[in-house]
Antibody, heavy 121, light 107 residues
Framework: EVQLVESGGGLVQPGGSLRLSCAAS????????MSWVRQAPGKGVEWVSTIRGSGVSTYYADSVRGRFTISRDNSKNTLYLQMNSLRAEDTAVYYC??????????????WGRGTLVTVSS | DIQMTQSPSSLSASVGDRVTITCRAS??????LNWYHQKPGKAPRLLIY???SLQSGVPSRFSGSGSGTDFTFTIISLQPEDFATYYC?????????FGQGTKVEIK
């Protein structure tokens, strides 16, 4: 079955760290860019970070650059997001999303169910 | 950063209605424009990519059009399962920005 399953969310104090994981199955993981997208409670959707299939190239939103690190282990079909120096405004459901890119199109065609990160004292 | 502005932010419609949502980019994005919908407690789901291409498995009552800075998303005949929040998203350049969303509610 083609799916993405996130894990690692939870309650963390401001300034703390957390590592999210996303286990992929049902497709050739190393062939696709992968992304993290988040949604604060009651708010819209916000792109966080993307990593290319090889893992060489990474991209970040300004709001997380320098604090979050995206990585992947293609041998384990797993995507990660290391989150440091967490702030209250990082509270959100974090979704893992598979990217598809071809010619003049790029899009997120598969999403996980999400994992909730709550930053609070 | 490219700003994406959707309108309206919400609308009320009845089953069978034609629904149109617009999305405007702050600069030209060619056809790097995607549409998703999201139901409460669920992840977004891709409906339209490259401005007008229907994602596999998505009903044909959904359609998209536009290029450059102005885009339109249409549901030809609204069905009960279509009540959700709809987002446009540009994939022209990072940061990959989303519109603020359009909540489609039952009239």
């Amino acid at each position: 079955e083609v799916q993405l399953v996130e894990s690692g969310g939870g309650l963390v104090q401001p300034g703390g760290s957390l590592r999210l994981s996303c286990a992929a199955s049902g497709f050739t993981f190393s062939s696709y860019a992968m992304s993290w997208v988040r949604q604060a409670p009651g708010k819209g959707v916000e792109w966080v970070s993307t990593i290319r299939g090889s893992g060489v190239s990474t991209y970040y939103a300004d709001s997380v650059r320098g604090r979050f690190t995206i990585s992947r282990d293609n041998s384990k079909n797993t995507l990660y997001l290391q989150m440091n120096s967490l702030r209250a405004e990082d509270t959100a459901v974090y979704y893992c999303a598979k990217g598809y890119s071809s010619g003049s199109s790029q899009y997120f065609d598969l999403w996980g169910r999400g994992t909730l990160v709550t930053v609070s004292s | 950063d490219i700003q994406m502005t959707q309108s309206p932010s919400s609308l009320s419609a009845s089953v069978g209605d034609r629904v149109t949502i617009t999305c405007r980019a702050s600069q030209s994005i060619s056809t790097y424009l995607n549409w998703y919908h999201q139901k409460p407690g669920k992840a977004p789901r891709l409906l339209i990519y490259a401005a007008s291409s229907l994602q596999s498995g998505v009903p044909s009552r959904f359609s998209g059009s536009g290029s450059g800075t102005d885009f339109t998303f249409t549901i030809i005949s609204l069905q009960p399962e279509d009540f959700a929040t709809y987002y446009c998203q540009q994939s022209y350049s990072t940061p990959y920005t989303f519109g603020q969303g359009t909540k489609v509610e039952i009239k």
